[in-house]
């Protein structure tokens, strides 16, 4: 791809596109196409289009050029230390037009109290001189030292840099410091301009937020503010509209009517971003001209502004080496901060869903009473346990007013997640009716696999799929093992099972179709609620009788106070001598 070179007329052919660099400090460029004829000496008709084809077209910049005619273009603010992308092309006959002279000029803006607007071109002067009108080429000496001395004095400065550090925090978390204070001068004469550094290629999944505060102003005076990527905007006024040459900026603006502004831009590009301030003074006021205004700068890139609020989380995501954060909202509320009130709940919604989701696992209690009355402890103390756990869990899972945590949030979560898995596994166990040391065995390593896979994948679907379909299979082999073994269907009471077994499980099947196809984001309170209702009650229902040979609990018999004869089966051996 040809490089161009500022100042350089170069004749150029639509075949391929070319380029030029853009340097520092550019305050503006010219572009001029002087003639455009095809091979056979015909005028054409072309088109020119500045900047990077891959954009947008709001980020080109587009002109046609018809035959001799002279075509230019001027841009201020062009993109610092970038390759600019030129592209010809013929909206005419297809022939091969060749362009002469593509000619590019730039002006600069130093800052400094000894350099002021200077015309770039280039460095051979016997090719290109400086163009009329201007004061001169830079490192040449076209003007004498007095007239440059006079040209600098009475011009003001370009701009007035103030020195700013950039400290990384954390991840998309950045603050930027300024080295003068947290105040920084600002003048009518000149912008004040601040480099905020977002060029590190990790910095686009976050918000940048830029916060001004007014301290000192003369008058009706006001500060205009403009933060754009690439560029600073290096001519303020009440009416600029804060755009670059291929880039729109965020305007702001402090007074003594409004003396803060905040700015939120969020994923901003991988760039070096600018503010520029500058003192707008109303008409009459001379004074003002000379007068210095102070703003105080609060600047930092942040995951999520505000941090989501009361009615949202921050979270990170990572997908293909790109770093992105955002808010997950709760309770109906939206936006990008969850600040959206449209569709939000209530405080009295959110205390009826909060108290929906935790009171609904009291309905373990009769789970757990028939369980401790039938001798099933153990499955009493995971009863429980789950019952704690999800009352808790869903008492802190709420947002806004209505939550309490009593211990941290992932905690919960997964003892919540624990207890309902291992819940549904030693209730299916007991109902299989196998030897008691099995029984055990397989509740402490069902429940540390089970524990581990929860640790894997909290969410995966195998993580309750799987113990349920083991379960089911050892249910299945021992009551077929038990009906051989009988010679009769096990079990053999039709009372158990119209009574017990079919309405527990037609709860169970109930609960598994509303957990899986009616739970949604809206209704979650109120399905998962009766989720809650439904396995308990079916637990209660499929929890197999109590063995014939134990008695129930002494507090259910009536205590009497007699003497009884004891025998010892026992055979003991004594020693004689």
């Known amino acids: 791809m040809p490089v161009l070179e500022p100042g350089v007329a170069m004749p150029q052919t639509i075949v391929s596109p070319a380029k030029v660099f853009v340097p520092k400090h550019a305050a503006g460029m010219r572009f001029e196409l002087r003639s455009c004829v095809t091979s056979e000496q015909k005028s054409c008709t072309v088109r020119v289009v500045l900047g990077s084809i891959m954009l947008p077209q709001s980020f080109q910049r587009i002109i046609t050029c018809t035959g001799n005619v002279n075509c230019s273009l001027a841009l201020d603010s062009p993109p610092w230390e970038k390759w600019l992308q030129i592209m010809v092309e013929s909206l005419g006959v297809l022939v091969l037009a060749v362009l002469t002279p593509l000619l590019f000029c730039f002006t600069a803006c130093r800052p400094g109290s000894t350099s002021s607007f200077l015309n770039f071109s280039s460095l051979n002067q016997s090719q290109a001189g400086p163009r009329p009108g201007s004061t001169g080429a830079a490192g040449s000496s076209t003007l004498p030292t007095g007239a440059s001395r006079n040209v600098s004095n009475k011009r003001s400065f370009c701009l007035q840099n103030q020195p700013v550090v950039r400290e990384d925090l954390d991840v998309v978390s950045v603050r930027y410091r300024l080295l003068n204070g947290p105040s920084v ?141 955002g808010c997950s909202c709760k309770a109906g509320w939206g936006g990008w901060s969850c600040t959206d009130d449209t569709k939000a709940q209530s405080v009295g919604a959110q205390n009826l869903a909060t108290l929906l989701l935790t009171l609904s696992n009291l309905m373990f209690l009769p789970a757990i009473a028939v369980a401790i009355y039938r001798y099933y402890l153990v499955e009493a103390s995971v009863y429980t346990y789950t019952m704690f756990f999800s009352t808790f869990y869903h008492a802190c899972d709420q947002p806004g007013v209505a939550v309490m945590c009593i211990m941290d949030y992932d905690t919960l979560q997964y003892c919540d997640f624990l207890g309902s898995v291992v ?97 949604t984001n809206e209704n979650y309170y109120y399905t998962h609620s009766i989720w809650h209702v439904l396995v308990a009650c079916s637990v209660a229902f499929l929890l197999p009788p109590r063995d014939k040979h134990k008695k129930p609990w002494a507090w259910s018999q009536k205590l009497t106070c007699r003497y009884q004869i004891c025998q010892n089966d026992r055979e003991e051996l004594y020693a004689v001598t």
């Open 423 to 519: 819940s549904i596994w030693v209730t299916i166990l007991c109902m299989s009716r196998v030897k008691k040391i099995l029984k055990y065995v397989l509740f402490i390593l069902g429940t540390l696999l089970i524990a581990m896979s929860l640790q894997l994948d909290r969410r995966g679907v195998w993580n309750m799929m799987g113990p349920c379909l083991f379960a089911l299979v050892i249910m299945i082999a021992a009551w077929v093992y038990h009906g051989v073994k009988r010679r009769h269907c096990y079990p053999s009471s039709w009372k158990r099972w119209v009574f017990y077994l079919l309405p527990g499980i037609t709860l169970a099947f109930i609960a598994i179709s509303v957990y899986a196809f009616m739970e």
């Open 185 to 325: 001068p600002v003048h009518s004469v000149s912008p004040t301009l601040l480099l905020l550094n977002l060029n590190t290629g990790m910095d686009s999944g976050g918000s940048l937020v830029v916060s001004l505060l007014l301290n000192k102003v003369l008058g009706n005076a006001t500060v205009v503010a403009c933060v754009s990527a690439a560029s600073p905007v290096l001519s303020l006024t009440a009416t600029q509209n804060c755009s670059t040459a291929f880039f729109q900026g965020y305007p702001l603006s402090v007074s003594t009517s409004s003396a803060e502004a905040m700015l939120i831009v969020l994923y901003p590009q991988t760039d070096d971003w600018f503010l520029s301030l500058q003192l707008i003074c109303p008409k009459g006021q001379g004074e003002c001209n000379t007068a210095e205004a102070k703003v105080t700068v609060f600047a930092y890139l942040t995951p999520c502004f505000n941090d989501c609020g009361p009615y949202g989380q921050c979270s990170l995501l990572r997908r293909h080496g790109y770093l992105y954060a």
